[in-house]
């Protein structure tokens, strides 16, 4: 069985499967914690808690969610710079990755009022649902410059293939996470606030790992010539569009998801919990591909660096197989075993009862999804941003829009979930059409 492998997948597949597994237990940290949060509120007796943090979540999602650019792009320029054997660019990546993240946090948490206000002006739900979502996020808020500094640092750790110390980053953010949201909700009975505290105190304990472990891996000698890099206008500016076209990719993403949770707000509490659960588990499964889709990208950016553009479809093609296996055991697990599942996240029947109606819609989202991941894992991996940028655009405004409109004219929430597998199925036709139509770019010289 070996031995029918082809020899160019032998040459990365063990170093594929063992990035794999740690980027993919790293990445579901994330989600794991965010069910935490929702699981603990869930079996609350006042239901407002629960839907007030799903609510307060939207204004994250477009705060958290879309800046992983950051991660993305320190990752394609790390990698690139390790396969061009480039040590001073390794740290120039990070010192320059982590200025913008820093910019962009001190300007968020400046602007947080105006933007708490505009985002519960726009996002509909009960008044008392309102008050225990801002109350999530007026505590959450001041987590920002940690997990954007985060964003950075594993970006950077996994474009180094350091996924060790990735993952003791994310265990020991969200591993917190779980122990501060059962003594701030359970113990001391902070509700929604307490989630945002949980969530924002565990941030900072991941930052500190990864600074440590930051000290103790990079060659000091260096930090000197790579500090006197940083500004360098052309380098910054290449940066800046690499990052500027992730961005919009994150940002309809996002938004698409952020709407797709409003728009259940409009259809009523019970929808909104339903909906903001089951999206949950769908997060689960995006973030675990998204390990795979993470090792896809290192490797890719790699072997771009070094030259040895031949290895990079084998390791997309290994991806998308790994990646469906992943996906499909998610959906398959809530459509077969759904009273199990449910249980774990609330123990309001009428909530759990919804649930049910929509569970198979996981089946080809979920599926869709991964193999569009990892082709923008491919893309990003060679730094063509604007692939990504201009296959999420068609995905929101050809995909999901359309649908999302007719789910609100008809106030129905199967065509929701249609809007988003729509979503995903546009951008993986326009990213498949890329890739077949588009010739493999030559390597290019890493910026420093």
């Known amino acids: 069985m ?37 699981a603990f509120l869930g079996h609350l007796s006042d239901i407002h808690y629960l839907a007030g943090v799903i609510l307060g979540s939207i204004l994250f999602d477009y705060l958290y969610r879309i800046l992983k650019f950051l991660r993305n792009s320190t990752n394609a320029l790390t990698a690139q710079a390790v396969g061009a054997d480039d040590s001073t660019g390794v740290l120039v990546a990070v010192l320059r990755c982590g200025l913008v993240a820093v910019a962009i946090a001190s300007l968020i948490l400046l602007l947080q009022y105006p933007v708490q206000q505009l985002g519960f002006t726009i996002l509909s ?40 110390v990735v993952f003791f980053i994310s265990l020991m953010a969200n591993g917190s996470n779980v122990l501060l949201d059962y003594l701030m909700i359970n113990r001391w009975g902070w509700e929604s606030a ?56 994150f940002l309809a993403l996002i938004s698409a998801y952020s709407i797709f949770t409003n728009l259940s707000a409009t259809f009523g509490t019970i929808s909104l919990a339903e909906n903001g659960l089951l999206l949950q588990i769908a997060l689960l499964s995006q973030f675990t591909v998204q390990g795979v889709g993470m090792t896809a990208q290192t490797l890719i950016g790699n072997f771009n660096g070094k030259g040895q553009t031949d290895q990079c479809l084998p390791v997309l093609k290994t991806a998308i197989i790994s990646s469906l296996v992943i996906s499909l055991g998610f959906a398959l697990s809530v459509v077969v075993f759904p009273e199990t599942m449910f249980s774990l996240l609330t123990s309001h029947q009428d909530v759990s009862q919804a649930m049910g109606s929509y569970a198979a819609w996981l089946v080809p989202l979920l599926s869709i999804t991964s193999v569009a991941f990892m082709l923008e894992g491919y893309f990003i991996g060679l730094k063509e941003g604007a692939v990504l940028r201009n296959g999420a655009l068609l995905g929101f405004g050809l995909g999901f829009a359309p649908l999302a409109m007719l789910a609100v004219y008809l106030q129905n929430s199967y065509l929701l979930w249609t809007a988003l597998t729509a979503y995903m199925a546009v951008l993986m036709l326009f990213l498949v059409y890329k890739l077949v139509k588009t010739p493999l770019a030559e390597p290019t010289a890493i910026s420093s």
């Open 2 to 38: 070996v031995s029918a492998i082809p020899a160019s997948y032998k040459s990365f597949l063990p170093r594929f499967y063992r990035l794999s597994v740690v980027g993919m237990f790293s990445n579901m940290m994330v989600p794991l914690a965010g069910l935490c949060d929702t």
């Open 125 to 164: 739900g009960a008044p008392e649902t309102e008050q225990a979502g801002i109350a999530y996020f007026n505590a959450r808020i001041w987590g920002a410059p940690a997990v954007l500094l985060n964003f950075v640092l594993i970006g950077w750790f996994l474009g180094r293939e350091k996924n060790g």
């Open 194 to 249: 307490g989630a945002g505290l949980a969530t924002a105190f565990s941030q900072y304990l991941g930052l500190l790992v990864g600074l440590v472990a930051v000290g103790l891996t990079i060659d000091w000698s260096l930090v000197g010539k790579a500090m006197a890099q940083v500004m360098d206008r052309q380098a910054l500016t290449s940066t800046l569009i690499l990052k500027g076209n992730i961005l919009v990719r």
